[in-house]
């Protein structure tokens, strides 16, 4: 257990540890910052004040309580894969709860309703899933992301579009909220802090475990990639909006989901579709996507995800790296147009990029994420069909050419919108100006209201996180 120089606040956590090892670490740890603290993002400093990793609910209330006497923010860490560090505190000072042993998982056969402890990392539970009745839900390809943060603000992956968010899968929490106690949460109990955490889960609680919908595996899928490297950027003009006419499709199949991946020497299309090849052609989707390689067959849902999760790792792997991320969420009113695309791969052609290893990636959503009524959840972009993200990785440092570089990406995009376009929360991008709104717009007053109930001393925190009473 790591003793830091005694305090009120180091005492506390002490107690609840009562001589647990690895249960607290303190910055005077040696080991502090590489295997307690583990930033994801190496550009962006943060040092919390402990990190203290519950084995109970129990334990992450007493923590809690902790902090509230000792007036120190909290913030809940589960994979930590927050572009910003937010899992950490996202600023110095912070009580960060590692759910990292927070493991449990057991599935309801009656139901098929699974529980998921909170500090489930993405590839566990895929596998926990197979090996309980071959069942699956909806979530993204990097399977080092934890659970917790990847339910609780979205989690947007290839099968979203046929079976919705992860969050739209969350049939109930048990949470531990500001005051310490711990509770459940659904729509049934607790409903307006359950509609928080659907979307904004940071700034209301911890927690500890989640009830989940379940679906059985696909049978066939139909995995599909198209790679072309091209002299200039500019050569891609006409395949990105041939692919981005394709995914703004009002009747595009909900079993298809794609992503468009530029790079330094050209583009990665990836697409999955939940079928046979018999239906993949019948879908009329075959015509329309830029033409690449021929679709591969995989009828085994876990060798869908290994190679999901080996094509995420082109662009975001495990490594911890310094650099810089930006993001926009696109309606159907608002996708690039032929002069913008242009303009954007002008752009990218002629600056500085500053590195070799930069990404955009866009992705479709929509489809069953959709069906979901806006004021439902907290997430508030049901009515996006597209999102791009934009990574810029420094080796070994991030310059201020690639942030330049990134920053320059966005400014041509939105300078050639006529509206302010937004931002998905789980692509987070630590220079918005307004970052509550562009996270939850619609939502933002309800959830200001939420807060100042739950957690009107803004306990749980982070440098975006929703703040009491928030109203612009």
């Keep these: 257990m790591g003793q830091a120089p005694s305090s009120p606040l180091s005492d506390c956590l002490n107690a609840v540890c009562n001589g647990r090892d690895d249960c607290v670490a303190y910055p005077d740890n040696p080991l502090y910052q590489i295997s307690w603290v583990n930033r994801y993002n190496l550009d962006i400093p943060v040092e919390p004040v402990a990190v203290t990793r519950p084995d109970t609910a129990q334990d992450v209330s007493d923590f809690i309580k902790c902090a509230v006497a000792n007036n120190v923010k909290v913030q809940p860490k589960s994979g930590g894969h927050s572009y910003a560090n937010f899992g950490v505190g996202g600023q110095d000072g912070e009580l ?205 849902w876990l060798a869908v995800i290994a190679q ?60 069953a994420i959709s069906d979901v009524p806006m004021n439902a959840t907290a997430y508030s972009h049901r009515d996006k069909i597209m999102f791009c993200q934009g990574y810029g990785i420094g080796i070994p440092t991030l310059t201020q050419a690639t942030r330049d570089f990134m920053g320059g990406i966005i400014d041509t995009i939105q300078s050639n919108s006529v509206q302010a376009l937004t931002t998905y929360p789980g692509y987070v991008d630590p220079n918005l100006s307004d970052p509550q709104e562009s996270y939850w717009g619609p939502n933002l007053v309800a959830l200001g209201d939420i807060k100042s109930k739950w957690d009107p001393s803004d306990l749980f925190h982070n440098p975006q996180s929703v703040r009491p009473g928030e109203t612009n």
């Design 308 to 367: 999901q999760a080996e094509d995420a790792a082109l662009w975001l792997s495990e490594i911890r790296s310094a650099f810089t991320a930006r993001s926009l969420a696109f309606r159907a009113d608002e996708t690039l147009s032929l002069e913008t695309t242009t303009k954007l791969m002008n752009f990218i052609d002629d600056a500085d990029r500053g590195t070799l290893l930069w990404f955009l990636i866009f992705d479709a959503t929509g489809g």
């Design 96 to 300: 960060v709860i590692d759910l990292v042993n927070m493991q449990q998982f057991s599935m309801d056969t009656n139901t098929w309703q699974a529980t998921i402890g909170g500090g489930t990392k993405l590839s566990d539970v895929t596998n926990r899933l197979h090996d309980n009745g071959k069942r699956a839900i909806a979530h993204g390809t990097c399977p080092g992301v934890g659970i917790g943060g990847h339910a609780t603000i979205g989690g947007l992956g290839p099968s979203s579009r046929m079976w919705g968010s992860c969050l739209d899968h969350v049939i109930e929490v048990e949470v531990v909220t500001a005051d310490g106690t711990v509770q459940r949460a659904s729509e049934t109990e607790n409903s307006d802090l359950f509609f928080a955490l659907k979307g904004a889960g940071a700034g209301f609680g911890v927690i500890t475990e989640f009830v989940m919908k379940t679906h059985p595996e696909p049978g066939d899928v139909v995995q599909y990639s198209f790679s072309l490297s091209l002299g200039k950027h500019a050569d891609l003009i006409s395949v990105f909006q041939q692919w981005q006419d394709l995914v703004s499709d009002p009747d595009l199949d909900r079993r298809f989901g794609t992503e468009f991946v530029m790079h330094e020497l050209g583009v990665i299309i990836t697409a999955t579709f939940y079928g046979t090849e018999d239906e993949w052609k019948a879908t009329g989707i075959p015509e329309k996507i830029p033409t690449g390689s021929v679709s591969v067959v995989v009828d085994d």
